[in-house]
């Protein structure tokens, strides 16, 4: 088993930035990969983010591609997400995700451990 906490959300304003923080802990092991998901009110849950947890090559769909930026410190057990220039439609709920599946994907029925999410709100 994998458990996995997020941490650093919040309020921001249009244009501003937020830092997210993924701490896992278990069989990290048997992880080949990671990613951010978020999920608005009414809409699917959709990916933001991934990293493999090997090799640390990145995937960012084109509505975040140069805004979002995904890291991971392999020693810590620890995966970021650092977002800049957000935006109102922007705002979800953000989640960490692992992947013990190859190859790593980002479908979220690939990803098998969750955290419970943290809130990302983006107005003035």
């Known amino acids: 088993q994998v458990q996995l906490v997020e941490s650093g959300g919040g309020l921001v304003q249009p244009g501003g930035s937020l830092n997210l923080s993924c701490a896992a802990s278990?069989?990290?092991?048997?992880?080949?990969?990671m990613g951010w998901f978020r999920q608005a009110p009414g809409k699917e849950r959709e990916v933001v983010a991934r990293?493999?947890?090997?090799?640390?090559?990145?995937y960012y769909p084109d509505s975040v591609k140069g805004r979002f930026t995904i890291s991971r410190d392999n020693g810590k057990n620890k995966m970021y997400l650092q977002m800049d220039s957000l935006k109102p439609e922007d705002t979800a709920v953000y989640y960490c995700?692992?992947?013990?599946?190859?190859?790593?994907?980002?479908?979220?029925?690939?990803?098998?451990?969750w955290g419970q999410g943290t809130q990302v709100t983006v107005s003035n």
């Open positions: 278990g069989r990290m092991f048997t992880i080949y990969g």
């Open positions: 990293i493999s947890w090997k090799d640390g090559s990145t």
């Open positions: 995700a692992a992947t013990n599946l190859l190859p790593v994907g980002s479908r979220k029925d690939r990803y098998s451990y």
